[in-house]
């Protein structure tokens, strides 16, 4: 008896290796599935403003890096002791608006170096609710716990994320004509609307995107939240909070990832790599120094055989660690 409700999800005909850039972009989730290809040093950026969770606030980031925006203190905003920025997360806030211009151009010029040359942008969109600021009517990308009276709160239409989606397809397409773009929709629910409006809210995106797949770029779709809903389906697959996927579902979702947008050859290095990465994590306790040594020897063996197959792989950190290991 068969007592899971799973899917066939057709492999991609374009595969990623290790040759090839890849840039996510959206909620916390685009976060987990980046961080899985960074764990295996693939090329990858994620998140370059920090998380963004509406189609509107992706566009914008994707704006700011193609056209490469320089920020000024114009651009910041001060409330209570610090400054921010309504296009970027958190954590490219401080208390020194030269720290934060620096952090956030930075970073802009780096994500715009890397977005040029890369191969697969993957976008995830966990809400159509939007927050405008009241004085400029802006719609930002996170309102930094700034009182809720400051804002406007809005549903965007399937039509309006549409037709911007369009545009910013169109642009991609005229400056990147190798990118290969991937819609997914967060499996995380967005409870601050309750559970009929993050019904409704999700339903929004689920259309856009549908019509969004008809473009003539012909744009990608990968059923992350399906994985999560109607393959899952349990608590015992959430963290505590009973909206966010636990470790083991975001496992599964990178199986799923893996087996429809990378090859066998590029899956083994991964593995090889993630093996290398969390030796080099763990604190060993070795007295024997036969031990000790017999064991950074066989992680430098692995890394040689690693830099071997494929030489873009930057493992001098792991090298240089089991190399002091070896002569303590």
Not at 92 to 102: A, C, G, Q, R
Not at 104 to 133: C, M, P
Not at 277 to 288: L, P, Q, T, V, W
């Amino acid at each position: 008896m068969e007592l899971r409700t799973t899917f066939p999800i057709k492999p991609s005909a374009d595969k990623i290796t290790y040759n090839d850039r890849v840039m996510f972009i959206g909620s916390c989730f685009a976060s987990s599935m980046g961080s899985q290809m960074e764990m295996g040093h693939m090329p990858v950026m994620i998140n370059p403003a920090g998380a963004v969770f509406n189609p509107v606030s992706v566009c914008n980031t994707l704006d700011t890096i193609t056209k490469e925006k320089e920020f000024t203190l114009d651009d910041l905003h001060f409330y209570d002791g610090t400054w921010l920025s309504f296009y970027h997360y958190t954590d490219f806030s401080s208390d020194d608006p030269s720290i934060v211009l620096e952090k956030i151009n930075r970073r802009s010029k780096e994500a715009s170096d890397f977005l040029k040359h890369a191969r697969f942008l993957f976008v995830t969109l966990g809400t159509s609710r939007v927050y405008k600021l009241k004085k400029s009517d802006l719609i930002v990308s996170n309102c930094h716990k700034i009182p809720s009276e400051q804002f406007v709160s809005e549903m965007l239409t399937v039509d309006e994320i549409v037709t911007l989606w369009t545009e910013q397809l169109d642009k991609l397409h005229l400056l990147f004509p190798q990118l290969q773009i991937v819609f997914t929709i967060s499996p995380v629910r967005h409870w601050k609307d309750g559970a009929h409006g993050n019904q409704v809210s999700k339903s929004i995106l689920f259309v856009a995107v549908d019509k969004l797949l008809k473009h003539k770029v012909a744009p990608q779709y990968f059923p992350a939240y399906e994985l999560v809903m109607d393959d899952l389906r349990d608590y015992r697959f959430y963290n505590d909070d009973m909206l966010h996927p636990s470790t083991s579902a975001i496992n599964y979702i990178w199986e799923a990832f893996t087996r429809c947008y990378l090859d066998n050859y590029t899956i083994s290095t991964w593995k090889e790599v993630v093996k290398i990465k969390k030796a080099f994590y763990h604190r060993f306790n070795i007295d024997s120094d036969i031990k000790r040594k017999y064991f950074a020897d066989r992680m430098l063996k692995q890394i040689s055989d690693i830099k071997i197959k494929v030489p873009t792989i930057d493992l001098s950190l792991e090298e240089d660690h089991f190399l002091k290991m070896r002569k303590m």
